[in-house]
Nanobody, 124 residues
């Protein structure tokens, strides 16, 4: 069993930045691919970014790679999502996810574990 707890969400003005963090516990963190998804009201949950176990490979949704950066600290069992130049359309609940591979984490149905989510609201 894996527990994922997100933090760092909040209210920010358009153009601002936020850094989300996810702390994992329950199994060997460094062997798990980690990722972030988001879900806006009335929309499906969508992939944002993923990172390999060692942190050497990252993968982003096309529309996110210029403004978002995923990173991890295996010593601290955390994975972060740095979000810059935020837009109102980035408003969503952001979820941390764990899986067996970076490519597997691109899809909702191949995620092994989810966090409870953290709200990000970007005002115009």
């Amino acid at each position: 069993q894996v527990q994922l707890v997100e933090s760092g969400g909040g209210l920010v003005q358009a153009g601002g930045s936020l850094r989300l963090s996810c702390t994992a516990s329950g199994r060997t963190f460094s062997s798990s691919a980690m990722g972030w998804f988001r879900q806006a009201p009335g929309k499906e949950r969508e992939f944002v970014a993923a990172i390999s176990g060692p942190g050497s490979f990252t993968y982003y949704a096309d529309s996110k790679k210029d403004r978002f950066t995923i990173s991890r600290d295996n010593a601290g069992n955390t994975v972060d999502l740095q979000m810059n130049s935020l837009k109102p359309e980035d408003t969503a609940v952001y979820y941390c996810a764990a899986g067996t591979s970076v490519y597997g984490l691109r899809r909702v149905d191949t995620v092994d574990y989810w966090g409870q989510g953290t709200q990000v609201t970007v005002s115009s």
